[in-house]
Protein backbone atom coordinates (compact mmCIF):
# COMPACT_ATOMS: atom_id res chain seq x y z
CA UNK A 1 0.00 0.00 0.00
CA UNK A 2 1.31 3.61 -0.67
CA UNK A 3 0.67 6.62 0.91
CA UNK A 4 -0.99 9.12 -1.16
CA UNK A 5 1.85 12.25 -0.13
CA UNK A 6 0.71 16.04 -1.35
CA UNK A 7 4.19 18.34 -1.16
CA UNK A 8 3.93 21.68 -0.31
CA UNK A 9 7.03 24.01 0.39
CA UNK A 10 7.55 26.80 3.09
CA UNK A 11 10.97 28.69 1.62
CA UNK A 12 13.58 25.57 0.88
CA UNK A 13 11.82 23.20 3.29
CA UNK A 14 9.23 19.62 1.88
CA UNK A 15 6.33 19.43 3.85
CA UNK A 16 4.39 16.19 4.12
CA UNK A 17 0.76 16.50 4.40
CA UNK A 18 -1.68 13.37 5.77
CA UNK A 19 -3.53 11.56 3.25
CA UNK A 20 -6.99 13.31 2.64
CA UNK A 21 -9.54 10.48 3.04
CA UNK A 22 -9.74 8.88 6.62
CA UNK A 23 -12.48 6.94 5.29
CA UNK A 24 -10.47 4.80 2.67
CA UNK A 25 -10.32 1.38 4.81
CA UNK A 26 -13.97 1.97 6.55
CA UNK A 27 -14.62 -1.19 4.38
CA UNK A 28 -11.56 -3.66 5.81
CA UNK A 29 -11.87 -6.81 6.87
CA UNK A 30 -11.54 -5.87 10.69
CA UNK A 31 -13.92 -7.32 13.34
CA UNK A 32 -16.02 -4.76 15.54
CA UNK A 33 -14.18 -6.72 18.52
CA UNK A 34 -10.53 -5.80 17.19
CA UNK A 35 -11.48 -2.46 15.80
CA UNK A 36 -13.28 -1.40 19.57
CA UNK A 37 -9.99 -3.20 21.02
CA UNK A 38 -7.90 -1.20 18.82
CA UNK A 39 -10.23 2.00 19.87
CA UNK A 40 -9.33 1.46 23.76
CA UNK A 41 -5.50 0.98 23.31
CA UNK A 42 -5.32 4.20 21.09
CA UNK A 43 -7.44 5.74 24.24
CA UNK A 44 -4.32 4.27 26.47
CA UNK A 45 -1.47 5.06 24.51
CA UNK A 46 -3.09 8.54 24.09
CA UNK A 47 -4.32 9.39 27.84
CA UNK A 48 -0.78 8.01 29.06
CA UNK A 49 1.15 9.94 27.17
CA UNK A 50 -0.49 13.10 28.41
CA UNK A 51 -0.09 12.18 31.83
CA UNK A 52 3.34 11.74 31.35
CA UNK A 53 3.92 14.95 30.24
CA UNK A 54 1.82 16.19 32.88
CA UNK A 55 4.03 14.67 35.33
CA UNK A 56 7.45 15.49 33.81
CA UNK A 57 5.72 19.47 33.72
CA UNK A 58 5.40 19.05 37.26
CA UNK A 59 9.28 17.95 37.97
CA UNK A 60 8.27 14.04 38.85
CA UNK A 61 10.21 12.65 35.79
CA UNK A 62 13.23 12.15 36.51
CA UNK A 63 15.45 12.73 33.18
CA UNK A 64 13.83 13.15 29.67
CA UNK A 65 11.05 11.80 28.46
CA UNK A 66 10.35 11.19 24.58
CA UNK A 67 6.59 11.27 24.11
CA UNK A 68 4.71 9.55 20.76
CA UNK A 69 1.64 11.78 20.74
CA UNK A 70 0.16 11.46 17.83
CA UNK A 71 1.68 8.38 16.61
CA UNK A 72 -0.17 5.74 18.79
CA UNK A 73 -1.68 3.52 15.54
CA UNK A 74 1.61 2.17 14.50
CA UNK A 75 1.50 0.65 17.77
CA UNK A 76 -1.64 0.08 18.71
CA UNK A 77 -1.65 -1.67 15.10
CA UNK A 78 1.70 -3.99 15.87
CA UNK A 79 0.54 -4.56 19.55
CA UNK A 80 -2.84 -5.98 18.17
CA UNK A 81 -1.83 -8.26 15.61
CA UNK A 82 1.15 -9.33 17.53
CA UNK A 83 1.05 -12.92 19.50
CA UNK A 84 1.73 -12.77 22.60
CA UNK A 85 5.34 -14.51 22.67
CA UNK A 86 6.87 -12.61 20.01
CA UNK A 87 9.12 -10.03 20.40
CA UNK A 88 9.13 -6.16 20.60
CA UNK A 89 12.31 -3.96 20.27
CA UNK A 90 11.88 0.12 20.68
CA UNK A 91 13.81 3.03 21.05
CA UNK A 92 13.77 5.37 23.75
CA UNK A 93 10.37 6.82 22.21
CA UNK A 94 9.01 3.52 23.38
CA UNK A 95 5.86 3.80 26.09
CA UNK A 96 3.33 3.34 23.39
CA UNK A 97 5.27 -0.06 22.08
CA UNK A 98 5.61 -0.95 25.88
CA UNK A 99 2.10 -0.77 27.13
CA UNK A 100 0.61 -1.98 23.76
CA UNK A 101 1.75 -5.28 24.49
CA UNK A 102 0.17 -5.59 27.68
CA UNK A 103 2.71 -4.11 30.27
CA UNK A 104 0.58 -2.19 33.28
CA UNK A 105 0.33 1.77 33.18
CA UNK A 106 1.57 1.57 36.85
CA UNK A 107 4.92 0.22 36.97
CA UNK A 108 5.90 2.59 33.98
CA UNK A 109 4.46 5.64 34.87
CA UNK A 110 6.81 4.25 38.54
CA UNK A 111 9.38 4.07 36.29
CA UNK A 112 9.31 7.35 34.93
CA UNK A 113 9.19 8.59 38.09
CA UNK A 114 12.33 6.67 39.21
CA UNK A 115 10.42 4.87 42.13
CA UNK A 116 11.11 1.55 43.78
CA UNK A 117 7.58 0.13 42.34
CA UNK A 118 8.84 0.64 38.55
CA UNK A 119 8.87 -1.58 35.38
CA UNK A 120 12.81 -1.46 36.48
CA UNK A 121 12.28 -0.46 40.13
CA UNK A 122 13.60 2.69 38.86
CA UNK A 123 16.86 2.37 37.21
CA UNK A 124 15.77 2.66 33.67
CA UNK A 125 13.84 5.51 33.48
CA UNK A 126 11.65 6.53 30.41
CA UNK A 127 14.38 5.06 27.97
CA UNK A 128 15.06 1.90 29.21
CA UNK A 129 11.79 0.35 29.50
CA UNK A 130 12.01 -3.48 29.36
CA UNK A 131 9.55 -6.33 30.42
CA UNK A 132 10.45 -10.05 29.01
CA UNK A 133 7.38 -11.53 30.23
CA UNK A 134 5.63 -9.24 28.20
CA UNK A 135 7.76 -9.83 24.81
CA UNK A 136 9.30 -6.49 25.12
CA UNK A 137 12.77 -7.16 24.78
CA UNK A 138 13.89 -3.39 25.53
CA UNK A 139 14.14 0.69 24.71
CA UNK A 140 17.54 1.53 23.42
CA UNK A 141 19.22 4.66 22.88
CA UNK A 142 21.60 3.92 20.84
CA UNK A 143 19.86 4.63 17.18
CA UNK A 144 19.96 1.86 15.37
CA UNK A 145 21.73 -0.42 17.59
CA UNK A 146 18.47 -2.42 18.60
CA UNK A 147 18.06 -3.48 14.66
CA UNK A 148 20.84 -5.97 15.10
CA UNK A 149 19.49 -7.34 18.35
CA UNK A 150 16.83 -8.36 17.01
CA UNK A 151 17.73 -10.21 13.86
CA UNK A 152 19.65 -12.10 17.11
CA UNK A 153 16.30 -12.62 19.03
CA UNK A 154 14.94 -13.86 15.41
CA UNK A 155 17.30 -16.34 14.94
CA UNK A 156 17.11 -18.04 18.14
CA UNK A 157 13.31 -18.48 17.40
CA UNK A 158 13.87 -19.67 13.61
CA UNK A 159 16.86 -22.19 15.04
CA UNK A 160 14.55 -23.46 17.72
CA UNK A 161 11.26 -23.76 15.54
CA UNK A 162 9.38 -21.66 17.87
CA UNK A 163 7.25 -19.24 15.16
CA UNK A 164 8.19 -16.46 17.24
CA UNK A 165 8.71 -13.03 15.15
CA UNK A 166 10.87 -10.13 16.21
CA UNK A 167 9.19 -6.96 15.48
CA UNK A 168 11.84 -4.23 15.35
CA UNK A 169 10.87 -0.55 15.53
CA UNK A 170 12.62 2.80 14.60
CA UNK A 171 12.54 6.19 13.58
CA UNK A 172 13.14 7.52 10.39
CA UNK A 173 16.78 8.85 11.12
CA UNK A 174 17.60 5.47 11.81
CA UNK A 175 17.50 4.69 8.17
CA UNK A 176 20.51 6.73 7.73
CA UNK A 177 22.44 4.66 9.94
CA UNK A 178 25.10 1.77 9.04
CA UNK A 179 23.36 -0.38 10.95
CA UNK A 180 20.32 -0.08 9.38
CA UNK A 181 21.66 -1.69 6.44
CA UNK A 182 23.91 -4.32 7.42
CA UNK A 183 20.54 -5.57 10.00
CA UNK A 184 18.54 -5.64 6.83
CA UNK A 185 21.28 -7.44 4.74
CA UNK A 186 21.99 -9.68 7.40
CA UNK A 187 17.95 -10.75 7.62
CA UNK A 188 17.18 -10.91 4.36
CA UNK A 189 20.47 -13.39 3.55
CA UNK A 190 19.45 -15.46 6.65
CA UNK A 191 15.22 -15.23 6.05
CA UNK A 192 14.98 -14.38 9.63
CA UNK A 193 11.35 -13.97 11.00
CA UNK A 194 11.94 -9.75 12.20
CA UNK A 195 9.63 -7.49 10.69
CA UNK A 196 11.14 -3.58 10.57
CA UNK A 197 9.08 -0.84 11.23
CA UNK A 198 10.13 2.51 10.39
CA UNK A 199 7.69 4.89 12.06
CA UNK A 200 8.28 7.71 9.59
CA UNK A 201 7.15 11.15 11.52
CA UNK A 202 9.05 13.05 9.29
CA UNK A 203 11.57 14.60 11.38
CA UNK A 204 15.00 13.06 13.21
CA UNK A 205 15.75 15.26 16.02
CA UNK A 206 15.71 18.87 14.92
CA UNK A 207 15.62 18.22 11.11
CA UNK A 208 13.28 17.37 8.21
CA UNK A 209 13.95 13.55 6.89
CA UNK A 210 13.51 14.62 3.37
CA UNK A 211 16.38 17.45 3.70
CA UNK A 212 19.29 14.89 4.06
CA UNK A 213 18.02 11.54 2.43
CA UNK A 214 18.18 10.24 -1.45
CA UNK A 215 14.78 8.80 -1.62
CA UNK A 216 11.26 10.32 -0.74
CA UNK A 217 10.34 7.58 1.11
CA UNK A 218 13.72 6.21 3.52
CA UNK A 219 12.90 3.41 4.44
CA UNK A 220 10.71 1.64 2.18
CA UNK A 221 12.40 2.96 -1.19
CA UNK A 222 15.70 1.14 0.14
CA UNK A 223 13.68 -2.39 0.54
CA UNK A 224 14.77 -3.56 -3.02
CA UNK A 225 18.45 -3.35 -2.30
CA UNK A 226 17.78 -5.96 0.29
CA UNK A 227 15.40 -8.26 -2.05
CA UNK A 228 12.04 -6.94 -0.07
CA UNK A 229 9.18 -5.39 -1.48
CA UNK A 230 7.99 -2.08 -0.14
CA UNK A 231 5.90 -1.80 2.17
CA UNK A 232 4.08 1.97 3.05
CA UNK A 233 1.60 2.40 5.09
CA UNK A 234 -1.17 5.05 6.71
CA UNK A 235 0.69 5.93 10.33
CA UNK A 236 -2.02 7.26 11.80
CA UNK A 237 -4.91 4.87 10.84
CA UNK A 238 -5.10 1.73 13.03
CA UNK A 239 -6.64 -0.15 10.18
CA UNK A 240 -4.27 0.41 8.29
CA UNK A 241 -1.34 -0.76 10.91
CA UNK A 242 -3.27 -3.69 11.98
CA UNK A 243 -3.90 -5.18 8.51
CA UNK A 244 -0.21 -4.10 7.55
CA UNK A 245 1.34 -6.12 10.79
CA UNK A 246 -1.16 -9.25 9.79
CA UNK A 247 -0.14 -9.45 6.66
CA UNK A 248 4.23 -8.89 7.58
CA UNK A 249 3.69 -11.46 10.80
CA UNK A 250 2.13 -14.46 8.42
CA UNK A 251 4.99 -13.66 6.60
CA UNK A 252 7.85 -13.58 8.61
CA UNK A 253 6.28 -16.35 10.27
CA UNK A 254 5.81 -18.37 7.45
CA UNK A 255 9.48 -18.77 6.96
CA UNK A 256 9.27 -16.38 3.84
CA UNK A 257 11.87 -13.96 5.45
CA UNK A 258 12.06 -10.15 6.83
CA UNK A 259 9.53 -8.02 6.10
CA UNK A 260 10.25 -3.70 6.05
CA UNK A 261 7.57 -1.72 6.63
CA UNK A 262 7.64 2.39 6.61
CA UNK A 263 4.31 3.95 8.40
CA UNK A 264 3.95 7.86 7.82
CA UNK A 265 3.02 9.44 10.91
CA UNK A 266 3.83 12.59 13.09
CA UNK A 267 4.96 13.71 16.04
CA UNK A 268 2.84 16.16 17.84
CA UNK A 269 5.30 17.93 20.14
CA UNK A 270 9.52 18.14 19.86
CA UNK A 271 11.74 14.98 19.44
CA UNK A 272 11.61 15.30 23.63
CA UNK A 273 10.57 17.68 26.16
CA UNK A 274 13.71 19.51 25.77
CA UNK A 275 12.44 20.86 22.31
CA UNK A 276 9.83 22.82 21.80
CA UNK A 277 9.96 21.82 17.82
CA UNK A 278 9.87 25.51 16.51
CA UNK A 279 11.67 24.23 13.45
CA UNK A 280 8.19 22.88 12.03
CA UNK A 281 7.11 25.30 9.36
CA UNK A 282 3.28 26.95 9.87
CA UNK A 283 0.66 25.26 8.99
CA UNK A 284 2.15 21.59 9.29
CA UNK A 285 1.25 20.38 13.09
CA UNK A 286 -2.41 21.94 12.10
CA UNK A 287 -2.48 19.45 9.05
CA UNK A 288 -1.26 16.67 10.41
CA UNK A 289 -3.82 17.53 13.62
CA UNK A 290 -6.83 17.54 11.86
CA UNK A 291 -5.80 14.05 10.62
CA UNK A 292 -4.98 12.71 14.71
CA UNK A 293 -4.98 8.67 15.16
CA UNK A 294 -8.08 9.06 17.31
CA UNK A 295 -10.26 11.65 15.55
CA UNK A 296 -9.95 9.39 12.28
CA UNK A 297 -10.70 6.05 14.26
CA UNK A 298 -13.66 7.43 16.31
CA UNK A 299 -15.31 8.86 12.78
CA UNK A 300 -14.78 5.62 11.71
CA UNK A 301 -16.69 3.35 14.26
CA UNK A 302 -19.35 6.02 14.48
CA UNK A 303 -19.88 5.77 10.38
CA UNK A 304 -19.55 1.75 10.83
CA UNK A 305 -22.64 2.52 13.64
CA UNK A 306 -21.06 2.00 16.32
CA UNK A 307 -23.08 3.67 19.11
CA UNK A 308 -21.61 6.08 21.34
CA UNK A 309 -22.98 4.61 24.51
CA UNK A 310 -19.82 1.87 22.93
CA UNK A 311 -17.00 4.53 22.71
CA UNK A 312 -17.21 7.16 25.82
CA UNK A 313 -17.04 3.85 28.40
CA UNK A 314 -13.96 3.40 27.24
CA UNK A 315 -12.48 6.89 27.25
CA UNK A 316 -14.08 7.12 30.92
CA UNK A 317 -12.45 3.66 32.11
CA UNK A 318 -9.29 4.20 30.69
CA UNK A 319 -9.19 7.93 31.95
CA UNK A 320 -9.82 6.19 35.61
CA UNK A 321 -7.19 3.50 34.89
CA UNK A 322 -4.28 6.35 33.99
CA UNK A 323 -5.47 8.03 37.27
CA UNK A 324 -5.17 5.09 39.84
CA UNK A 325 -2.38 4.32 37.88
CA UNK A 326 -0.50 7.88 38.35
CA UNK A 327 -1.62 7.84 42.52
CA UNK A 328 -0.28 3.86 42.83
CA UNK A 329 3.21 5.24 40.86
CA UNK A 330 3.05 8.49 43.20
CA UNK A 331 2.96 6.73 46.11
CA UNK A 332 6.08 4.50 45.71
CA UNK A 333 8.87 4.53 47.43
CA UNK A 334 12.65 5.51 46.58
CA UNK A 335 14.75 2.61 45.58
CA UNK A 336 17.37 2.08 48.10
CA UNK A 337 20.54 3.34 47.15
CA UNK A 338 21.93 -0.22 48.15
CA UNK A 339 20.12 -1.19 44.88
CA UNK A 340 22.57 1.08 42.40
CA UNK A 341 24.76 -2.31 42.89
CA UNK A 342 21.89 -4.95 41.71
CA UNK A 343 21.20 -6.15 37.93
CA UNK A 344 24.90 -4.80 36.90
CA UNK A 345 26.67 -8.30 36.69
CA UNK A 346 25.56 -12.50 36.69
CA UNK A 347 25.02 -12.27 40.56
CA UNK A 348 24.18 -8.67 40.91
CA UNK A 349 27.75 -7.59 42.52
CA UNK A 350 30.31 -5.23 41.37
CA UNK A 351 33.63 -6.88 42.84
CA UNK A 352 34.38 -7.70 39.07
CA UNK A 353 35.52 -4.36 38.06
CA UNK A 354 37.99 -5.33 40.64
Not at 3 to 9: A, D, F, I, S
Not at 202 to 207: D, P, R, S
Amino acid sequence: MRVPLEEHRYGDHPVVLPPEDPTALDGADVSRETRLRLYRLLQELRQFEKRAYDLFMQGLVKGTSHLSLGMEAVAAGFGAAMREDDYTFATYRGHAHTLARGVPMEPVLAELLGRANGLMSGKGGSMHLTSVEHGVMGSYAIIGAHLTIANGAAWSAQYRGSGQVAVCFFGDGTTNIGAFHEALNYAAVFALPVVFVCENNLYMEYTAIRDITAVERPAADRASAYGLEPVAVDGNDADACYLAATDALEHARSGKGPVLVEALTYRHGGHSRADPGKYKPPGELEAWLAYDPLTVYRGRLERLGVATEDIEPIDREVAAAVDTATEAAKAGPLPDPGSAFTDVYADGGHSWRN
